[in-house]
T-cell receptor, first 116, second 113 residues
Framework: DAGVTQSPTHLIKTRGQQVTLRCSPKSGHDTVSWYQQALGQGPQFIFQYYEEEERQRGNFPDRFSGHQFPNYSSELNVNALLLGDSALYLC???????????????FGPGTRLLVL | GDSVTQMEGPVTLSEEAFLTINCTYTATGYPSLFWYVQYPGEGLQLLLKATKADDKGSNKGFEATYRKETTSFHLEKGSVQVSDSAVYFCALEGNFGNEKLTFGTGTRLTIIP
């Protein structure tokens, strides 16, 4: 059973460019969340997708956008890249509990983005 | 808003020493609490969790008890190994409708032989 997969593993971009990161959730999971982890920090919640809609969003600007596909995979898009966007971007998936919120979130290995 | 405060690192211990990493939280309602571990160059792995007060999560010799009265979820292990060297993150997840994970800043643990 494959876990959460992310692509690419590493990426180098320059300021002002746009980037798309991809995530495939664990089998049986239908909810995907994205997190940004700056060097030496804990992950920060970006947003969460369920049923192809953004359900919850953290304190990130509109330059960060996402999408979820019918097969539950997801993309994170970042426009107008800034140096401060350099970080490890983590995707997490979970099955949605029917009665009370989410099950445990399982994380992928991340995509390390460097903005020059 | 929700927040998690972790014991600052780095922490360096000798093999077979007792480990405690402190974690306290601030949240409304009844959050679920987690410890995640991150090995060098890897993503986060769930270590253990507790979903209600007085629950004890345990895994691989690690334990943590959900203490609502002290809003704490301290991580303990009786005898650490070199392979336990990693960064440990305490996190909480809010109730239905607020299901994001809020993480602490992480504690880097190094075990020396």
């Amino acid at each position: 059973d494959a876990g959460v997969t992310q692509s690419p593993t590493h990426l180098i971009k320059t300021r002002g460019q746009q980037v798309t990161l991809r995530c495939s959730p664990k089998s049986g999971h239908d909810t995907v969340s994205w997190y940004q982890q700056a060097l030496g920090q804990g992950p920060q919640f970006i947003f969460q997708y369920y049923e192809e809609e953004e359900r919850q969003r953290g304190n990130f600007p509109d330059r960060f956008s996402g999408h979820q596909f019918p097969n539950y995979s997801s993309e994170l898009n970042v426009n107008a890249l800034l140096l401060g966007d350099s970080a490890l971007y983590l995707c997490a998936s979970s099955p949605r509990k029917r009665a009370r919120g989410l099950e445990t979130q399982y994380f992928g290995p991340g995509t390390r983005l460097l903005v020059l | 808003g929700d927040s998690v405060t972790q014991m600052e690192g780095p922490v360096t211990l000798s093999e077979e020493a007792f480990l405690t990493i402190n974690c306290t939280y601030t949240a409304t309602g009844y959050p679920s609490l987690f410890w995640y571990v991150q090995y060098p160059g890897e993503g986060l792995q769930l270590l253990l969790k507790a979903t209600k007060a007085d629950d004890k999560g345990s895994n691989k010799g690690f334990e943590a008890t959900y203490r609502k009265e002290t809003t704490s979820f301290h991580l303990e292990k009786g005898s650490v190994q070199v392979s336990d060297s990693a960064v440990y993150f305490c996190a909480l997840e809010g109730n239905f409708g607020n299901e994001k994970l809020t993480f602490g800043t992480g504690t880097r643990l190094t075990i020396i032989p």
